[in-house]
């Protein structure tokens, strides 16, 4: 592993002291020294840390050695995010046809939750997958359902299903959409998603459920990105009325027991 040359190749580039880099992420000096010198190796909480700091993947900080980079390399580095952003490369994205050959929608039980984003390119482990059909969605778009846990997003609540839309460029996603992301940290994610592209090659994620902090996930940690289109849900999401809005419900509540009473006594 190369992380100890990679993190002292990192800073100087950034032309920041150790102690700056060390203030930067809110740790003591000694502590990041104690990295770059090899005397500890950081958990991966700082290695989450670090990528985020000097925009590089967690994989790319471990595995390569940055020494050996060229002017030119270094160049390609710097764009390689613009590159798997914009969807230029081939994404693998594993399908399963039905008899008639059309692409059927796969649903992701909870229980292959966690399987998803070790196999999400793997045939065999996509054709064990459930399936189902939605007739209203378009048969020129790739669909997939995704299980939601958790109450970061209201009204979907846990339990649900949401379905996504296959995203190729993610460059084009307007700010504020929710989506479905397949992470190599966290695995599958639903959030509103905004764009920090431009300054950090990072999306920032935010729940509807306002308990929950924003926080950012770089491109090269992102393997898919589905756009929502639906959800499917066992129960009703319980909707919460303001003064206001119960107000308007007890006036029409009024309004159609007076036309019940009114219909009794025309009987009776």
């Known amino acids: 592993m190369f992380v100890a040359k990679n993190l002292k190749v990192l800073r100087k580039r950034k032309k920041k002291s150790q102690e700056e880099v060390a203030n930067d992420l809110q ?7 104690g990295y770059e010198n090899e005397v500890a190796m950081p958990n991966i909480e700082n290695l989450v840390s670090f990528s985020k700091y000097f ?5 790319n900080l471990i595995q390569k050695d940055l020494n050996q980079f060229s002017d030119s390399d270094w ?3 710097s764009n390689e995010w613009k590159t798997e952003a914009k969807g230029s490369n081939l994404r693998i994205l594993t399908s399963v046809v039905d008899q008639n050959n059309d692409e059927v929608i796969e649903l992701i039980p909870e229980k292959a939750r966690a399987g998803y984003v070790a196999g999400f390119s793997d045939p065999e482990f996509m054709k064990e997958l459930p399936s189902l059909q939605i007739p209203f969605l378009s048969k020129n778009r790739k669909h997939r359902a995704f299980p939601i846990s958790g109450d970061s997003m209201p009204p979907v609540i846990s339990g649900s299903y949401v379905v996504g839309e296959f995203v190729q460029d ?3 996603i307007p700010n504020g959409t929710a989506c479905v992301l397949v992470t190599k940290e966290d695995g599958i994610v639903f959030k ?8 950090s090659q990072s999306f920032l994620l935010v729940s509807s ?5 924003p926080y950012s996930v770089m491109v090269s940690e992102i393997y898919e990105i589905w756009k929502f289109v639906s959800y499917i849900s066992k ?6 009325l303001d003064d206001r809005d119960l107000a308007v419900a007890y006036r029409n509540l009024h309004k159609d027991i007076c036309k019940i009473l009114d219909r009794i006594d ?3």
């Not at 509103?192 to 300054?199: A, V």
């Not at 459920?209 to 902090?213: F, K, L, S």
């Open 27 to 33: 740790m003591h000096r000694s502590t990041y020294s």
């Open 55 to 59: 925009q590089i993947s967690i994989d």
């Open 170 to 172: 993610w460059t084009l």
């Open 266 to 268: 025309s009987k009776a």
């Open 75 to 77: 160049e390609n580095f």
């Open 192 to 199: 509103f998603i905004y764009s920090q592209l431009d300054e």
């Open 235 to 240: 129960e009703i999401p319980d909707v919460k």
């Open 209 to 213: 459920n306002p308990v929950y902090e």
